[in-house]
């Protein structure tokens, strides 16, 4: 993997890397640009947030909630983009779009379908559900809770992802990144 850093996106679809078209793909139904898609997410990352915090305050009440876990979410950004740019094995290109509230990567390499669902939710596993998990088992551990209670909604957008592919792509498809959308082809 060879990560670019390419710095704040310009709204063109056409200025994101990209290759050909294999015969036959087929584009995801999903959102038609940048800004729907902000739109889902930021909205869909809104009613995790409150599922999340609810949870947290049913578990351990006002002292779960923790400054320093908020930090960690904060800090957490970038680190969530490295792994995913990590799950790629060639080219892969960071961007910022904070107006909208993303940050992103792209690669434009073919993945099969389960690498692309273990690339869309490692982040989300290791930064939300893994320390809310422990936090659940453990409620002292406020930091772990605050740290996912943030972190779960933050990867709506991957969760998207993951629906699009687990339930449009059939069993043997690849799947890659054209411009802003994904697309499925079997090889």
């Not at 640009?33 to 889902?40: C, F, G, P, Q, T």
Request: glycine share 8%; with cysteine; hydrophobic share 50%.
């Amino acid at each position: 993997m060879k990560l670019h850093y390419m710095g704040k996106y310009n709204l063109d679809p056409a200025s994101l890397p990209h290759g050909a078209h294999p015969p036959g793909a087929v584009k995801f139904r999903e959102p038609e640009n940048s800004r729907s898609l902000a739109v889902i997410a930021n909205l869909g990352a809104a009613v995790l947030f409150l599922v999340t915090f609810s949870a947290l305050y049913l578990r351990g009440g006002l002292a779960a909630f923790s400054i320093v876990g908020v930090l960690l979410s904060l800090a957490a950004l970038l680190p969530h983009e490295l792994l995913h740019a990590v799950c790629f094995r060639e080219d892969v290109y960071l961007y910022t779009n904070l107006r909208q509230g993303m940050l992103f990567v792209v690669g434009p390499e073919p993945m099969r379908k389960g690498r692309f669902l273990f690339m869309s939710m490692l982040p989300n596993l290791v930064f939300g559900f893994v320390p809310f998990a422990l936090f659940l088992i453990e409620p002292s551990w406020s930091v772990l809770g605050t740290l996912g209670a943030l972190s779960i909604p933050m990867g709506f957008g991957d969760y998207i992802n993951v629906f699009n592919a687990a339930t449009q792509m059939p069993r043997g498809a690849r799947t890659y990144l054209y411009e802003f959308h994904s697309y499925w082809y079997l090889p």
